[in-house]
């Protein structure tokens, strides 16, 4: 229902920044929230950060602080601010975005996926 592409990702060293991007195509007007998740190969996926279209936001312990989310004017795009980055932060990140479409049918969906990968 909902596309997701996320842009941003890439190579960083440890204490650097990357800003992740998230931009929403065919989207309705009910969407509660948005935000990321990473996975580690061999792992579950893990909540990073999510903001409601309340502005309520939530963060897992360990990026709080550092990571800050973020959406656009027209709420199209979310964005994941990412400083002081470390080993353990990286991880394919995924972009998801929630809701109810215009005719009232709830929908979750995920972006593909994209590397950020901290190292020396």
């Known amino acids: 229902q909902v596309q997701l592409e996320e842009s941003g990702g890439g190579l960083v060293q440890p204490g650097g920044s990357l800003r992740l991007s998230c931009a929403a195509s065919?989207?309705?007007?009910?969407?509660?929230?948005m935000g990321w998740f990473r996975q580690v190969p061999g792992k579950e996926r893990d909540l990073v950060a999510t903001?409601?279209?309340?502005?309520?936001?939530n963060y897992i312990a360990p990026v709080k602080g550092r990571f800050t989310v973020s959406r656009d004017n027209d709420e199209n795009t979310v964005y994941l601010q990412m400083n002081r980055l470390n080993s353990e932060d990286t991880a394919v990140y995924y972009c998801?975005?929630?809701?109810?479409?215009?005719?009232?049918?709830?929908?979750?969906?995920w972006g593909q996926g994209i590397q950020v990968t901290v190292s020396s």
């Open positions: 065919g989207i309705d007007h009910s969407i509660y929230g």
């Open positions: 903001l409601t279209n309340t502005g309520l936001t």
């Open positions: 998801t975005a929630w809701g109810y479409s215009n005719d009232k049918t709830p929908f979750r969906t």
